[in-house]
C-alpha cells in the first residue's frame, strides 16, 4: 500500500515569492491533516480536513496561508507571500476518520526561504 | 489535550530494552496515550497507544501506571534504527487532534 505522497521534498525560494506543496493521502483516508515543523520542535497542525471540509484551521495564518482539498482527495497549502520564518518542514497526513484515528505522515516538505 | 513532559534525551545499547518515560499528570479519564517517533528526515510514525491497560503490539509495549499520571515506553530490543525523536502525547480518541511537545531523542549506540 502506497504511503502518503508530498511534493516537492525540498524547496528554495526568496522572500516575498508563492509557494505550493502538494499531498496525496493514502486511498481511502478521509481526514487529512497539515502540520508545521520547526527546528527542533514538534510538528505543530495548521489546518485538518474531513473529506473536502476544513474543520479545524484555527492555527493557520490566513493572511498568507491557504489550503484546499478539492474532491477530498488530494491537498494543495500555500503560502504568499512567503516570508524568511516560513522556513520549515511542512508535513502531510491522513487517517481513515473516525475511531480509526492513527494519523499517517508523509516524508514532508523542507522549505527555505531565502 | 493533557500536557506532557518528557526528557529531552536518552541513550540505549543495542540490543538492551529502552524504558522511555512520559509524565501525563494532568490526563482526564477520557484521553488516550498516544507514542509515535520520528526518525531523521521522515514524517511521524505512529507506535503504539492505550487507555488504561498495558498494551503491546509488533513495534513496542506500553504501561500506563494505575493513577494514569505517567507512562512508559518499552523497546524490548532496540536497534540502531531505533534511534529517534519518541512524542509522547495524551489526547481524546476520534477527531482530535495530535499535539506534539519536543519529545525525547533517543540514541542507540553500538
Known amino acids: 500500500e502506497a504511503g502518503v505522497v508530498q511534493s516537492p521534498r525540498y524547496k528554495i525560494i526568496e522572500k516575498k515569492q508563492p509557494v505550493a506543496f502538494w499531498c496525496n493521502p493514502i486511498?481511502?483516508?478521509?481526514?487529512l491533516y497539515w502540520y508545521l515543523q520547526n527546528l527542533g520542535q514538534g510538528p505543530e497542525l495548521l489546518i485538518r480536513?474531513?473529506?473536502?471540509?476544513?474543520?479545524?484551521d484555527s492555527q493557520l495564518p490566513k493572511d498568507r496561508f491557504s489550503a484546499e482539498r478539492l474532491k477530498g482527495v488530494d491537498s494543495t497549502l500555500k503560502i504568499q507571500p512567503a516570508e524568511l520564518g516560513d522556513s520549515a518542514v511542512y508535513l502531510c497526513?491522513?487517517?481513515?476518520?473516525?475511531?480509526?484515528?492513527?494519523?499517517?505522515f508523509g516524508p514532508g516538505t523542507r522549505l527555505l526561504v531565502l | 489535550d493533557a500536557k506532557t513532559t518528557q526528557p529531552p534525551s536518552m541513550d540505549c545499547a543495542e540490543g538492551r530494552a529502552a524504558n522511555l518515560p512520559c509524565n501525563h499528570s494532568?490526563?482526564?479519564?477520557?484521553?488516550?496515550v498516544y507514542w509515535y517517533r520520528q526518525i531523521h528526515s521522515q514524517g511521524p510514525q505512529y507506535i503504539i497507544h492505550?487507555?488504561?491497560n498495558n498494551e503491546t503490539n509488533e513495534m513496542a509495549s506500553l504501561i500506563i501506571t494505575e493513577d494514569r499520571k505517567s507512562s512508559t515506553l518499552i523497546l524490548p530490543h532496540a536497534t540502531l534504527r531505533d534511534t529517534a525523536v519518541y512524542y509522547c502525547?495524551?489526547?481524546?480518541?476520534?477527531?482530535?487532534?495530535?499535539?506534539f511537545g519536543k519529545g525525547t531523542m533517543l540514541l542507540v549506540s553500538p
Open positions: 486511498s481511502g483516508h478521509n481526514t
Open positions: 502525547i495524551a489526547s481524546l480518541r476520534g477527531y482530535s487532534t495530535l499535539t
Open positions: 497526513a491522513s487517517s481513515l476518520g473516525g475511531a480509526k484515528e492513527t494519523q499517517y
Open positions: 494532568t490526563i482526564s479519564g477520557n484521553e488516550y
Open positions: 492505550g487507555l488504561k
Open positions: 480536513y474531513e473529506n473536502e471540509e476544513a474543520v479545524d
